[in-house]
């Protein structure tokens, strides 16, 4: 059962335009949520993350926005730039800081 | 500062054959995590050691998958034997503590068992 889902196994958005990435959960035992990119034959590499007691968390062109009703996550790139083309990955924390996460959107931006 | 280090970063056996994986984390983390990434989902936790003590092995399978974290530096995941289902990526990864600091990942090893 998955409990970290990434519906959109792919997404495509022209450079400058807002990317918009989507992940939900389903354990509400989860309190601490993460986003990654990776880059082909990489590692996952840390991006954003934010804690459920905040529902918005913003970093430069990067910003996470959280709705624990909906138990819904989602990272608003703008402006999308060609270097952002990769596969994000969603990711939460339980209480016993196991990391779950999802199965991953490759975004495609395109010049 | 040197990141996480795997090798190899391609192996190819043939099933029934056994392999191994090695991962040197950054210096000072006490935390490593293997993860296991199937083909188009997200790295699964196998195993996560603080320091020398495996403290979360839940889900490694333990008939044919060990680990050592040997002097609590670098580590060896080992599958003997392998099963063509165990084709995938083989992530380290490493943390200054288990305490949601960020986990820094390795480049992988991709493991195809033919």
């Known amino acids: 059962d998955q409990q970290v889902k990434q519906n959109s196994p792919s997404l495509s958005v022209q450079e400058g335009r807002i990317s918009i990435l989507n992940c939900d959960y389903t354990n509400s035992m989860f309190d601490y949520f993460l986003w990654y990119k990776k880059y082909p034959a990489e590692g996952p590499t840390f991006l954003i993350s934010?804690?459920?007691?905040?529902d918005k968390n913003e970093d430069g062109r990067f910003t996470v926005f959280l709705n624990k009703s909906a138990k819904h996550l989602s990272l608003h790139i703008v402006p999308s730039q060609p270097g952002d083309s990769a596969v994000y990955f969603c990711?939460?924390?339980?209480?016993?800081?196991?990391?779950?996460f999802g199965g991953g959107t490759r975004l495609m931006v395109k010049p | 500062e040197a990141g996480v280090v795997q090798s190899p970063r391609y192996k190819i056996i043939e099933k029934k054959q056994p392999v191994a994986f090695w991962c040197n984390p950054i210096s000072g983390h006490n935390t490593l995590y293997w993860y296991r990434q199937n083909l188009g989902q997200g790295p699964e936790l196998l195993i996560r050691y603080e320091n020398e003590e495996a403290v979360d092995d839940s889900q490694l399978p333990k008939d044919r998958f060990s680990a050592e974290r040997l002097k609590g530096v670098d580590s060896t995941l080992k599958i003997q034997p392998a099963e063509l289902g165990d084709s995938a990526v083989y992530l380290c990864?490493?943390?200054?503590?288990?305490?949601?600091?960020?986990?820094?990942f390795g480049p992988g090893t991709r493991l195809t068992v033919l």
């Open positions: 934010i804690s459920s007691i905040k």
């Open positions: 990711a939460a924390y339980n209480a016993g800081n196991m990391l779950t």
């Open positions: 990864a490493s943390s200054r503590t288990a305490s949601r600091d960020t986990q820094y």
